[in-house]
């Protein structure tokens, strides 16, 4: 008889591992997707347990502590197990929690790391053969101390199936919401995301350095401006000239301002906004792909499917066919 994976079946319970020196944000993350009732969306939603190794108080980052009277047998017990990040990524992975996460994987629960908590997946072997992301600044140690893994240093999370990865800790709230779409579907995802205020969807394949500034994120009123036009009109095509004029702007100014702001090129910078634009059209209409590359302003399909393939590491096709069987199999 083949097990049913625990990740995948109805009264999802989700446990968390806080650990010493932790910051609330890490907690945060989870906590924020996983624990917040959301009756809103009427669905069955998920029971979060915080969890830690010890009976003592966890001190965290500010002289925080933090007192939970779930240990390492809720933590193992859980659907989906996620541990944030360990203390010292120098340092071993205690016994009991290479346990823990052993008996949690072979119990069939969805097993998941945040930032430098691959580092215990590693330790516990759940990632040898595998590949598996972490935050940049930890890729090369990662990959030193358990040379057996395929650490992955550009991407911002990976799904390997009952075994999940993610880069640094803004990148784990992407893949919790990759999980809730997982579970749920897009629209609910996507739900859960406009709460959260922050992009609907992220690919885990899409690179740890993204080019794609949102105009909350800039200082120059005028590029702002010229950023909101740009969102405005996106069906129709622009040109660097017309973003220029709209910020009042020479075309040559208008580039090194630009860059200055932003870290990248308007050029750059509206295909990532295309893209993205594009990603609900995919999962929530029939359109087909050459009418949604006209509607998101793209020259032609070609260029779309060229475009999206480098960002998203998949075709249109593929990626429809990817959420459209996730809305399916739970009935959305």
């Not at 010493?20 to 939603?45: C, H, K, N, Q, Y």
């Not at 935050?135 to 991407?155: E, G, K, N, T």
């Not at 260029?303 to 996730?326: I, L």
């Amino acid at each position: 008889m083949v097990a049913v994976p625990l990740g995948r079946v109805a009264g999802r319970r989700v446990t968390v591992l806080a650990y010493p020196g932790m910051s609330a944000f890490e907690l945060g993350i989870v906590t924020e997707v996983f624990g917040l009732p959301r009756p809103e969306l009427d669905v069955a939603w998920y029971d979060l347990a915080i969890c830690a190794e010890g009976a003592e108080p966890v001190r965290l980052l500010g002289g925080a502590t933090l007192s939970t009277a779930n240990g390492l047998d809720v933590f193992s017990s859980g659907h989906t197990v996620i541990v944030p990040g360990v203390g010292d990524v120098h340092g071993d992975v205690s016994p009991e929690l290479v346990g823990a996460l052993r008996h949690a994987h072979g119990r069939g629960a969805r097993v998941v790391s945040i930032c430098s908590g691959a580092f215990a997946l590693a330790a516990a072997g759940l990632l040898d053969g595998r590949r598996a992301a972490t935050h940049w600044r930890y890729a090369d140690l990662l990959a030193r101390r358990y040379p057996q893994v395929r650490v992955d240093a550009d991407v911002l999370y990976v799904d390997d199936g009952d075994v999940l990865s993610s880069a640094g800790s803004a990148a784990g709230l992407d893949l919790c919401v990759h999980l809730v779409r997982q579970d749920h579907g897009p629209t609910v995802a996507n739900a859960v995301a406009r709460r959260l205020v922050i992009p609907p969807h992220r690919d885990g394949g899409q690179a740890q350095f993204i080019e794609a500034p949102v105009a909350g994120d800039i200082d120059d009123d005028r590029i702002v401006r010229s950023m909101a036009w740009a969102m405005a009109h996106l069906d129709r095509p622009i040109t660097v000239a017309a973003l220029a004029g709209q910020a009042h702007m020479s075309t040559r100014t208008y580039l090194r301002h630009f860059k200055r702001s932003s870290g990248t090129s308007p050029v750059r910078w509206l295909i990532g906004q295309r893209i993205q634009a594009s990603l609900p059209l995919l999962e929530t209409t029939t359109a087909s792909v050459d009418e949604i590359a006209a509607a998101t302003g793209f020259e032609s399909p070609v260029t779309y499917r060229h475009h999206f393939a480098r960002a998203m590491r998949t075709s249109p096709s593929a990626y429809r066919r990817a959420f459209r069987s996730a809305g399916a199999a739970q009935g959305g």
